[in-house]
Structures are given as structure tokens and as C-alpha cells.
């Protein structure tokens, strides 16, 4: 499986506050922005995979939700949190 328990706290210790924290939606977006990646790449060689497909649309929504979110309550983290990840907004 590509996202094992270690890559979960990497993720989290490096984008969260802590590798425990799993709430916090900067690690929560970097969670989905990882998915992302993983399943784009999947449907790059695999193109009728349409449950695939609709399972990114999915993430990429709930990502963009959670970003509008930070956004709203603070756009400082919003703004780190873009820069971190090399995501366009």
C-alpha cells in the first residue's frame, strides 16, 4: 500500500503540529495533496478508470474546501501552507 502509518506521521510531523496531530488542516491538506499526486499519476496509465477519477474530483473538493477554510480563519497558515506544498490559488 502506498500510504503507510510512518508516511502518515511524516506528513503530519512535517506540514502539522505535531505527528499525533491528524485535525489540524494544513496536515489534513497535505494528506489529500499526497492522494492527489498518488491518483493522478494512477490515471495517467490507467485513463478509463472512472471510480479512480471520481475519487480525485472528491479530494481535489474536500482539499479545496479545507483551503478555503484556512483561508478564511487565517491567511497567514493559508499562505505558508500554498507556498509549503507548491499548490496554485
Do not use: C, P, W
Not at 53 to 77: C, F, H, P, Q, W
Amino acid at each position: 500500500m502506498y500510504l503507510t502509518s510512518e508516511v502518515k506521521s511524516e506528513l503530519f510531523a512535517k506540514h502539522g503540529k505535531s505527528a499525533t496531530d491528524t485535525g489540524s488542516a494544513e496536515g489534513q491538506i497535505a494528506l489529500f495533496t499526497f492522494r492527489i499526486n498518488h491518483l493522478t499519476g494512477h490515471l495517467r496509465k490507467n485513463i478509463h478508470d472512472y471510480n479512480t477519477e471520481r475519487s480525485l474530483v472528491m479530494l481535489v473538493g474536500k482539499r479545496k474546501a479545507l483551503l478555503n477554510y484556512l483561508k478564511k480563519k487565517d491567511i497567514t497558515r493559508y499562505r505558508a501552507i500554498i507556498a509549503e506544498l507548491g499548490l496554485r490559488k
